[in-house]
């Protein structure tokens, strides 16, 4: 018969409700068993249908299609590698069942295994060309390796078949963030041209999802870093609050807030978020730093030392918190202990900023000659990072 699995995409993928209709030749389930399997269906207890699917197979439609059938419901159900075993089944005698493949996937990708998903995924993208669902999940799959332009190109197909799935219009957001950190993180000045295209990218589409999804906190979230890291602080902060009204606890978008109006120097805007991250955990390393950063300029050393050495109790690399004592250090003349810190990361230098406290370290220690190579390194760095 033809099976229409009303599927709920796959919670563990967080794909948004979706109908996929795969063709499964299989005779017939018969009579009342195949009222029960339908109800059990509907209801969505996929656990009941595998096992009543299994009864069927047992009564002699013992066929790929019904293997298929049971391990689809297994896979909803979160038993993934129960699943993955039916699976294997039908596919071991009918390798091109759509659903067979796009389900196997699945199980793999839920049992931690991305890369065993991916083939599979991708099979079953080319037998059902027409489909996102699989999209959705090889760009799921591809994010999880790495392979963020793959993702890229897997959600804009998506888009493309299916304009109103926000799902689809997420996840190429999620992956063109991806791909514009990553050549930001790079840092030269062509890096920094491509990163503006992806991120123009991202806000279009996240734009959108949040269009479709208004309900979607994680989308808000999303869409407001984006703004933020494009300088749009006024409307990253209305999604912040969007986000903040849908999930009143979500850390993160206290955190993105305040991230937001510290990178403006608004430091009356930056604290009360901060404040409510810290609420929520006293230990936060990014709350932390970003707090002894504040305080620091703020003339507030004791205070900055304190929020900066919770931060590095909790990350020991953590960069701005690395910052902050070294600020302290060089604002209490100590100059050795400021460039051992700085020595630790300043290899992760974002925009030479990391070099220059360093040239101010060597300078206040006297050290002629490590002043001068402070420098230009200072300058080398600077301009490789496109500053002035």
Not at 61 to 83: K, V, W
Not at 92 to 107: E, H, I, T
């Amino acid at each position: 018969m033809i099976l229409a699995q009303i599927l709920g995409y796959c919670r563990r993928m967080r794909a948004l409700a979706l109908l996929l209709v795969f063709s499964a030749s299989a005779a017939s389930p018969q009579g009342g068993l195949a009222e029960r399997i339908g109800a059990a269906q509907r209801q969505g207890h996929y656990g009941e249908a595998a096992r009543l699917y299994g009864e069927l197979i047992a009564s002699g439609s013992d066929t790929p299609e019904m293997h298929t059938n049971r391990g689809i419901m297994l896979q909803l159900a979160g038993e993934n590698q129960t699943a993955l075993d039916e699976l294997r089944t039908a596919l071991r005698a009918k390798p091109d069942l759509p659903g067979a493949n796009l389900f196997a996937g699945l199980a793999e990708f839920g049992l931690g295994h991305p890369n065993a998903a991916l083939p599979l995924l991708e099979r079953a993208r080319h037998l059902t060309p027409e489909n996102p669902a699989p999209l959705l999940a090889l760009g799921k799959a591809q994010t999880a390796v790495g392979d963020l332009a793959g993702a890229l190109d897997s959600y804009r197909a998506a888009v493309s078949l299916a304009p109103r799935m926000a799902e689809a219009w997420y996840g190429a957001g999620v992956a063109a963030r991806g791909l514009a950190d990553r050549e930001l993180r790079l840092g030269t000045a062509a890096d920094k041209q491509k990163a503006r295209k992806y991120l123009n990218e991202c806000l279009a589409a996240l734009t959108r999802a949040v269009d479709l999804a208004p309900g979607s906190a994680r989308s808000h979230l999303l869409l407001a870093e984006s703004l933020r890291d494009s300088g749009k602080l006024v409307e990253a902060a209305g999604e912040y609050s969007a986000a903040i009204n849908l999930d009143p606890k979500m850390e993160a978008a206290y955190l993105g807030l305040a991230t937001g109006w510290w990178k403006a120097a608004d430091f009356d805007h930056a604290l009360p978020p901060l404040n409510k991250v810290l609420a929520l955990d006293p230990k936060d390393p990014s709350a932390n730093a970003m707090l002894g950063d504040i305080l620091v300029r703020r003339g507030d050393y004791d205070g900055g030392e304190r929020a900066a050495m919770t931060a590095l109790a909790g990350n020991p690399r953590l960069a701005q918190a690395v910052v902050v004592m070294a600020r302290i250090y060089l604002a209490r003349k100590q100059p050795a202990p400021a460039i051992e810190a700085l020595s630790r990361i300043v290899s992760e230098d974002p925009d030479g900023s990391y070099h220059y406290l360093l040239f101010r370290a060597y300078k206040l220690s006297g050290d002629e000659a490590k002043t001068k190579a402070a420098f230009e390194d200072f300058r080398r760095v600077r301009a490789e990072k496109g500053g002035k």
